[in-house]
């Protein structure tokens, strides 16, 4: 139809031109400059990450079709596939995922909405770098065999299009089960399960290959016939027949992951069919209202020595942390990987030279890992309080005061993570000497008010409004995870040297006072960036308010 | 005998880079007074509230609220007022109790005040029977009316109220305009915009009107109504029938130069 045709087209270009618009517009302000200038350090991280794979991909391919080992070829298209799809999950901090939506409220047909998804997430990160490493193998795969390029193509834009297809499906199911939030913090601690028991699987697996077993070799073997029927055998396999000259068997393979894509693509357009018809996730439809006897008000709690809205700020960021599953789940991280390194490398590192050494070692570099992961928590303290911020700004209580609650918080949360650390550390390698105990704990008395006072400043110089308990579409400032990648490098490379030098002269009872005296300087930074900090916040309350206040 | 204003502002103003959003306001309210702050869109009520609250700073001018600078003495105003911004100011992820508990308390209440006088807001607003419900699950009416309790929680002497009543139901309206009536009475000062003119008609004793960031008038509704009526003779949509006093929508309208575009055609338009 002409006249559906020239709208969608002139709909697409309009969206095109939006996206546009929006990007420019948001370079009007200094804060918008500085992120375009992090967004482009960290694209080129991520461009030379995309051309180190580009490059492995393309040697890979030619040497597996070269010397005849095309059937090998599945092993560069898994990866392909799980980066393309665990990546957008596990980076949302690095992807920008607009919400389409919101497009439907203007005259858009089934067609432009379906395409407009698709289109979206061609230009996310994981669809980028996975195009890049098939490029990559097609590139492979043509210098190795140029009469093999059109068949390696369509089956390798096949894939391309399969792993777009899912990665959307997944994201468009996703957001039907994020939409209430009940579910939403059900599927955050799943989800986090899920990228802890990942992880589990490299020392798994590396535990098993050390003591190879009889059935561990069967089931590999299971695993690796089981793989020809998933996408990446299939597409790896249709190329692999062609190189044989068995261009049937390379058809069905084809045929068989075009299914698969249109099966895919079929999930995604129920999906997305509902969306277009305007459903209705809100919280009021899934819960009724219930019916509670009204309970007494309990009181608040006490934080000796501190004032009551010290104490009230402390109170209210621990309720707020004990309600966001995810974000509490992540900070037992330090413990899970005590284990990973146990079962995993470090294991066998052990009976290496330096950690028969300093087997205690493990200690330190829990603790600073436990100081890694409160990093979302410290660096965009006001994140999670979106709205309610203009309260802060509201009440008499000074931005000092609201700080501190927020930071001794934190402290609380590192030095419950440090004692578990230290009984998980004595139980997976033995207690740490005295000296090592110590100077660790006198370190994280160093690091943490450098921490805090470079998180309190990040915290008003770039906001950005967060939701702890869910995750997806939600984007972290470039600003801050740059600005908290340089704190946290200055301040672990300090303690690793100061570790070393303890180290180095044989006594490691070194660390603690030189711990303690940084810890001293420390402080007092600290302490100086505290009392700025009401100025800073007054000064800044209207980027505050309009970044945190945001609908 | 001429009281002491309880808020009173000199030469305000707010520019956003070229734009003069607010336009030198010289503005007094008395205490005791139920004050209404009204004017069109974009006309500069957003902002200027957002200044007598300690939101927004002032290019230029100076604040008083209570006798105090407001910009030189910012806590000690903000422990006597309580404020109901446009966004609301919740926090989404604590129950209404412990919302209003931490909010007494940040504005020095002792744990037990704090927590006796959340209980007592939650029954009289009609919150409490879900305890354990998230401000975030609470429908739109009573997270207004729940932000409302947290701003006089601490039994503030001045309110200001942004749009207080948008979005809320007959029955939530009611409980909160007689619990506004109930401070009245007992001697605060409320400062309130809204654009239902007919319920600030009903509250409200003074009123000022703000338009393209300059106060255009101000003063009791009797006062607002005699000069409307010696300034211009009643004609077109602001006029009234002999005898018949003017409505504020009429005073507004006529203050504020207001033309309906009924005769102007959009052909187009089926």
């Known amino acids: ?551 | 005998m001429d009281l002491a204003p309880t808020i009173s502002t000199q030469g305000l103003t707010r520019r956003f880079g070229e734009l003069v959003a607010v336009d030198g306001i010289d503005m007094r309210v008395a205490p005791g007074q139920f004050f209404g702050f009204l004017g069109p869109n974009g006309a500069g009520k957003s902002t200027t509230i957002k200044m007598l609250t300690g939101l927004l700073a002032p290019s230029s001018g100076r604040i008083e609220i209570l006798g105090l600078d407001l910009n030189s003495h910012p806590v000690e105003v903000k422990r006597q007022i309580g404020v109901v911004p446009e966004g609301m100011a919740l926090f989404g992820r604590l129950t209404g109790a412990e919302f209003l508990s931490f909010a007494g308390r940040m504005y020095g209440l002792d744990r037990e005040t704090a927590s006796r006088r959340a209980a007592e807001l939650l029954d009289f607003m009609q919150l409490a029977d879900q305890p354990k419900k998230l401000v975030t699950d609470y429908s739109h009416g009573m997270q207004k009316k729940l932000a409302l309790a947290a701003a006089v929680i601490h039994g503030p002497k001045v309110l200001f109220l942004d749009e207080p009543f948008e979005g809320v139901d007959a029955i939530a309206a009611g409980t909160l305009k007689s619990m506004l009536q109930g401070m009245i009475a007992r001697g605060a000062t409320i400062f309130l915009t809204s654009h239902v003119l007919e319920i600030v008609e009903r509250l409200c004793s003074h009123v000022a009107i703000i338009h393209q960031g300059k106060l255009v008038a101000q003063g009791s509704l009797e006062e607002l109504r005699t000069g409307v009526e010696a300034q211009t003779p009643a004609s077109g949509d602001g006029s009234s029938s002999a005898g018949e006093k003017l409505t504020l929508e009429q005073i507004f309208l006529r203050v504020v130069g207001g033309e309906r575009r009924g005769e102007q055609e959009l052909s187009w338009l089926g």
Not at chain 1, 270 to 275: V, Y
Not at chain 1, 479 to 492: D, M, N, P, R, Y
């Open chain 1, 1 to 551: 139809m002409r006249f559906g045709t020239t709208i969608t087209t002139g709909q697409l270009t309009t969206i095109a031109e939006l996206r546009w618009r929006m990007f420019v517009n948001g370079l009007r302000s200094k804060r918008g400059k500085i992120e375009l200038v992090s967004r482009i350090i960290v694209s080129l991280a991520f461009a030379f990450g995309g051309l180190g794979g580009f490059g492995l991909a393309t040697g890979l391919s030619w040497y597996f079709v070269a010397h005849n080992q095309a059937d090998f070829l599945p092993i560069l298209l898994w990866p392909v596939f799980f980066f393309w799809q665990v990546f957008p999950v596990m980076a949302t901090a690095f992807t920008n995922n607009p919400d389409s939506s919101e497009l439907l409220r203007f005259p858009l047909t089934y067609r432009s909405f379906f395409l407009i998804r698709l289109a979206y997430g061609f230009f996310d990160p994981a669809s980028a770098l996975g195009s890049v490493g098939l490029l990559g193998i097609l590139l492979g795969v043509t210098i190795a065999g140029p009469l093999l390029f059109p068949w390696a193509l369509l089956a390798l834009v096949t894939f391309g299009l399969f792993n777009l297809i899912l990665m959307q499906t997944i994201f468009a199911w996703l957001e039907r089960w994020l939409a209430q939030r009940r579910t939403r913090e059900v599927l955050g601690v799943l989800f986090i399960l899920f990228m802890l028991s990942f992880q589990l699987i490299g020392p798994m697996t590396q535990r098993l290959q050390h003591h190879p077993s009889p059935e561990f070799r069967r089931a590999v073997e299971t695993a690796t016939q089981l793989q020809r029927v998933f996408p990446p055998g299939l597409a790896g396999d249709a190329i692999a027949q062609a190189a044989h000259g068995e261009y049937m068997v390379g058809f069905t393979s084809l045929l068989f992951l075009g299914s698969i894509t249109a099966a895919i693509g079929y999930l995604l357009h129920l999906r997305l069919r509902n969306q277009f018809r305007g459903e209705n996730l809100s919280e009021a439809a899934a819960r009724p209202a219930a019916s509670l006897k009204p309970q007494a008000v309990q009181l608040g709690w006490n934080l000796p020595g501190f004032s009551p809205s010290v104490a009230a700020v402390f109170e209210k960021e621990m309720r707020y942390l004990a309600r966001s599953g995810p974000m509490l789940l992540t900070l037992f991280m330090p413990l899970f990987m005590l284990l990973i390194f146990r079962l995993g490398p470090m294991s066998q590192m052990r009976h290496s030279t330096f950690l028969q050494r300093t087997p205690d070692m493990a200690f330190p570099a829990a603790a600073a890992y436990a100081l890694l992961v409160l990093t979302n928590l410290v660096y965009n303290s006001f994140g999670p309080d979106a709205a309610g911020m203009q309260f802060f700004f509201a009440s008499p209580a000074t931005f000092q005061h609201i700080l501190l609650g927020k930071n001794l918080m934190h402290a609380s949360i590192l030095l419950a993570n440090a004692v578990l650390a230290w009984m998980a550390v004595a139980a997976f390698y033995g207690p740490p000497t005295p000296a090592v105990s110590v100077g660790t704990l006198v370190g994280l008395f160093f690091a943490a008010p450098l921490s805090f006072a470079a998180g309190n400043l990040l915290s008003l110089y770039s906001p950005k409004k967060r939701d702890f308990s869910t995750f997806g579409r939600q984007n972290a400032s470039q600003i801050t995870v740059l600005a908290s990648f340089g704190v946290q490098i200055v301040v672990f490379g300090i303690g690793a040297a100061v570790f070393a030098i303890a180290r180095l002269y044989r006594n490691l009872w070194i660390a603690p006072l030189v711990f303690f005296v940084l810890a001293i300087i420390s402080v007092v930074v600290y302490i100086v960036v505290l009392g700025r900090m009401n100025a800073l916040a007054i000064e800044r309350r209207e980027t505050l308010l309009a970044e945190l206040c945001r609908a």
